[in-house]
């Protein structure tokens, strides 16, 4: 039944104009306005991505969404520079480094999380091969 479909997914943030700045400015993803109170984000080789409002949104406990990069350190400096903050985690089996980097050392991607405005979890990681 859904063989052939073109499957794409959605979440919800709290303040559309909130994320439409952050996803276009900050993150510099081409985001198109769909309807007055939705967005979708257009992701080059990949199907597009809605987002939409939610009045009684949470955020996200997982990550909703990630960025392959080729030069993790490269990212998390620029994306800094741009006011984004990575998250910082001390546990045995999730450590990262001092710029939020989780280096993996072969155990999986080199990996680093980031919030949007309204919490969701995303993610910029270099793809293991």
Known sequence: MFRNTKAFSGFSVNDIPKAKEFYQDTLGLDVETIMEHLIQLNIAGSNPVMIYPKPNHEP???TILNFPV???????DELTKRG???EHYDMPDLKTDEKG???ANGMGPDIAWFKDPAGNIL???VPTE
């Open 84 to 86: 984004v903050k990575f």
């Open 60 to 62: 996200a406990t997982f």
């Open 101 to 103: 980097i989780c280096r």
């Open 123 to 125: 993610s910029v990681l």
């Open 70 to 76: 080729e030069n993790i350190d490269e990212a998390v």
